[in-house]
């Protein structure tokens, strides 16, 4: 077995990142790796890499070899060896001429066309959704609405709105609440679990009025006043949790206080969800007085200790990924979820997982936990995610994996960021800005969100309230959203958080000893209520 070393040339970090977007968007399983155009094509892209790092003598023994390979062949074996390392020289003799995007741009066409990705249709796109949130909401028995945001830049994005529950009186005013999912994910995840396990119909039962958001890019919301995403892709895409934070979420709080005639809103996220909060604390901390309270599931902030194989293997690429992505066009993240088993293998051979989880980019970013994700859900839940992202998003947390606790602003170019941030280097962001009162919700077992890099978080949080710890090893991210048990783990601590912090609605609520038995482990009750 041969072990190729890279050097730091832009030809060696472009080819490396061929083959690992190459992989990402060809389609092929592992049943696949042994056919021979499959072959082919791997030999070819890894003898550019070699190559890519090989002197001028290395090169000539390269092609020694390769007469060696014609001389000795087998019929049907190596062939074709000597074609390929042919062409593969001619390449790379003009890596620097412009036709090397052209070259990569026809094969990225070629590419497209032959996969089967899910988010190029069926799931990030809300047309091809068998039930949509308003369905799974009309199914339990509960009102519905639907309104569209447009937000400063052009994005439309959709907002499910359960006004009242089944069980109250819908002349009643009722406080606010917004519920933010994360990446990758949108508003149904909150209604798939039926009435007893999702938190949109549990927080409408304890008297909530309850607005399910989307983010720009995902299944609901994927349109734009001018721009259109399968047309003006890099226009389209060009954003990450960044905009989400600082235009997505103060225009989505502006609308709904609007609407409602409400002073403030309550604010429930999870993942993604948490990181745009604080985004927008930190950037526009004017809408602090607007949030009474702020639930953070799975907080991300920094990302220091992450376990997902997923974002370990971009954190690794990250730099010449984005350039890459940028140079072929795929400015949507929707990498095959097949070919994600190449980054997740040792996770999918290693566990019990059922079929489709392997194939599922969330799962394989998150981690799945067998013991609490009840299987009628799982289906539906496949049905849905991924939900569309884009390539900037997974690139800024990949960012943040590489520098010791770091929370801060996407990292462009030295000239970009000077003329866009005025210094060479990106801005962090200030989470002294976060003066609301907030509860952290977290797992051992997170992939994501780690107990470490929580800790971080925690000590820099002002107002921080509650932390709690889920006291079920294997609890892990995803869980937070479908796990079996999951209101009398979470939610109803979650409530009763939400409820001693209503401004305008307060709520005299003892402690409940069998909550706290259930919810949180004795040892990480350390924030009391003042």
Known sequence: ??????????????LQSSLFLWMLSAGISFADRSTSSFV????????????????????????HRSRQWRAKAKPGRFVNDHMLARRQWNYLSSTKS????????????????????????????????????????????????????????????????????????????????????????????????????????????A?????????????????????NPAQEPEKFWDFSWHEMGTIDLPNMIDYILEVTGEPDVGYVGHSMGTTMFYVMCSEKPEYAKK???????????FLNHVKSPIMAFLASV???????????????????????????????????????????LLFLFAGYDSKRLTNNVLPVILAHTPAGASARQLTHYAQLMKRDRWFG?????????????????PLAYDLNKVTMPVAL??????????????????????????????????????????????????YDDLIRFMKIHDRKYLHVIENSEEIDKNVVSNESNKFEFE
């Not at 889920?470 to 209101?487: R, S, V």
């Open 441 to 490: 919700y977290y797992a051992s077992n997170d992939w994501m969100s780690t107990v470490e890099d929580v800790d971080v978080l925690a000590n820099l949080l002002p107002n921080l309230k509650e932390k709690r710890l889920m006291p079920y090893p294997e609890f892990n991210h995803l869980d937070f959203l479908w796990a079996t048990g999951i209101k009398m783990i979470v």
């Open 291 to 301: 949030v009474r309270s702020m639930a953070s599931l799975a907080p991300i902030a």
């Open 318 to 360: 990250a730099d010449p990924l984005a350039w890459l992505c940028g140079v072929l066009g795929y400015y949507e993240f929707r990498p095959n979820g097949k070919l994600m088993l190449f980054a997740g293998k040792s996770f999918c051979e290693s566990s019990f997982a059922p079929r489709g989880i392997c194939d599922n």
């Open 40 to 63: 082919d094509a791997r030999r070819q892209l890894w003898r550019s890499i070699e190559a890519a790092s090989m002197t001028g003598g290395d090169r000539t023994q390269m092609g």
């Open 98 to 205: 412009p036709s090397i995007v052209g070259h990569w741009k026809e094969l990225a066409k070629k590419l497209e066309l032959n996969t089967m990705w899910p988010g190029t249709g069926r799931f990030a796109n809300e047309s091809f959704l068998l039930n949509t949130t308003e369905d799974f909401v009309r199914q339990e028995g509960y009102p519905v609405e639907r309104h569209t945001v447009i937000t400063s830049d052009g994005y439309n994005l959709t907002l499910h709105r359960i006004p009242y529950s089944k069980f109250q009186d819908p002349t009643i005013k009722r406080p606010v609440i917004i519920v933010q999912h994360g990446i990758l994910c949108s508003s149904t995840d909150w209604v798939i679990s039926g009435r007893n396990g999702s938190l949109g119909f549990i927080l409408s039962d």
């Open 207 to 227: 008297g909530y009025d309850v607005w399910l958001t989307n983010t720009r890019g995902n299944s609901y919301s994927r349109n734009h006043l001018t721009l």
């Open 409 to 425: 602003m996407y990292n462009y170019n030295k000239q970009k960021n000077l003329d866009i941030y005025g210094q060479v280097e």
């Open 1 to 14: 077995m041969r072990v190729i070393m890279f050097d730091n040339s832009l030809s060696s970090r472009f």
